[in-house]
């Protein structure tokens, strides 16, 4: 493959890279170190079945955006009224604001434990630069090209962490391939399904997806390119499990933040081990803070009438809004304080589910989509995976308000 196609097909997968590195943050990062220091390799089977849902949903999305010029949100609000649109718009960006604080602390702890400086500073400096990117003329150009550079120092940084552990092959193939559910583990995988298996990250395809158009006249036609990044969002998944199963598992840690990974690494293969380990952190929390604040700033932007063009200074604005959210909250308290996130998850809980149901529904409907209608295998699958979203609501919903 030439210099120049290679770099045709990088791009073309931009808007599938983007979602892999705002849905794999710091919190990510957490739940799927706990599930390996926990379990070892015994869960890692739910990572296939996470990213299968989360294919056939990036793919549904994707197929929504190259059908039409106009918005999933405006699709909605004609279907079911501005007023639904409205509360997806703005539900969707008060649990962007609210999942903006750990990414801040988390690339503020990244920076801050490899220079032994104060994490805030480096909360307030790349918040800043988050910001700063806004101002570029062609935002959706320097987003992708920021994004597939830090998902490209993840895998770097993760890949070799999981060469230094050095993982039982045979444990690790056994893990994915032979289901087991094991004693105290539901609670893990519940939330590892519910953050692998991003029903905002894949509603937000779409949109990339329109904006990816704009620029590129081979993306109208291009179908599945969203899907490399989803996979190497499930091969991140794995890596960082494995991982946490070859050197936190055999000692006993109980992981209870992103960085204690790191902190294990450190006597047993020294600092570099552990320098490597918190690049990736930074490239994890990093991405999630530019990524993570689009999806907010956009979605709200187009509930409020402003479009979802990323050339609006609109929507720049509210974009800027979600990152200042997320750095003052995370200055102020050192991370995010536990009333935030039951608010967060709250609205999760009943947001989810009515995006998956509008996304299965507008991809059936011949007046939306044309010719790009759901197939049968689309909408076999896409039916299964809404009843796995609705019965990860309903989980969510008893463990948080009913226990």
């Known amino acids: ?15 599938g890279l983007i979602v892999a590195a ?40 994707e197929r929504i955006g190259l059908a039409s010029d106009r918005s999933l949100l405006s699709m909605i609000g004609e279907k079911w009224g501005k007023g639904v649109a409205k509360i997806v718009g703005f539900g969707i960006f008060l649990v962007c604001a609210s999942f903006q604080t750990g990414n801040s602390v988390g690339v503020g702890i990244a ?63 056994k893990g994915l391939f032979i289901p087991r559910v094991a004693d105290g583990s539901v609670g893990l995988i519940v939330a590892f399904m519910a953050s692998c298996f991003s029903i905002v990250g894949a509603f937000y395809t779409s949109y990339l997806v329109q904006e ?32 946490a199963g070859a050197i936190l598992s055999p000692l006993g840690i109980e992981v209870k933040t992103a960085t204690d ?51 609006s200074k609109k929507t720049r604005g509210i974009i800027a809004l979600v990152m200042v959210i997320g750095g003052v909250i995370a200055i102020i308290f050192g991370g995010a304080p ?3 996130i039951v608010f967060a998850q709250s609205i999760t809980i009943f947001i989810v589910p009515i995006i998956g149901i509008a996304m299965f ?17 689309l909408k076999i699958t896409g039916a299964v995976g809404l009843a796995l979203v609705v019965i990860l609501a309903i989980i969510n919903f008893i463990d948080i308000f009913l226990k």
């Open 111 to 173: 920076i801050g434990e490899l220079t032994n400086t104060d994490n805030i500073y480096w909360i307030i400096v790349f918040n800043l630069i988050g910001i700063l990117l806004l101002f570029f003329r062609n935002f959706y150009k320097v987003l992708e090209k920021v994004m597939i550079s830090l998902v490209g120092l993840m895998l770097v940084a993760f890949l070799i962490t999981l060469i230094e552990v050095k993982p039982n092959v045979m444990e690790v193939v």
């Open 1 to 15: 493959m030439s210099g120049k196609k290679l770099s045709a097909w990088i791009h073309t997968i931009g808007p």
């Open 22 to 61: 705002l849905v794999f943050g710091p919190s990510k990062l957490t739940i799927t170190s706990k599930i390996g220091a926990n379990f070892q390799y015994g869960l890692l089977w739910i990572i296939i079945i996470a990213i299968f849902f989360m294919a056939i949903y990036t793919l549904i999305a």
């Open 212 to 243: 990816r158009k704009k620029i590129s006249e081979r993306e109208k036609t291009n179908q599945s390119s969203s899907l490399t990044g989803i996979f190497i969002l499930g091969l991140l998944s794995a890596i960082v499990m494995i991982s």
């Open 261 to 311: 990974m790191s902190l294990a690494l450190k006597p047993a293969f020294g600092d570099y081990a552990s320098a490597v380990f918190l690049i990736g952190l930074f490239a994890a929390g990093f991405s999630s803070i530019i990524g993570n604040a689009s999806i907010g700033g956009t979605l709200l932007s187009d509930a409020l009438g402003y479009g979802s063009n990323f050339s």
């Open 338 to 340: 536990l009333e935030l």
């Open 361 to 377: 529904v507008i991809s059936n409907d011949k007046k939306y989509m044309g010719e790009l209608i759901s197939t049968p295998f």
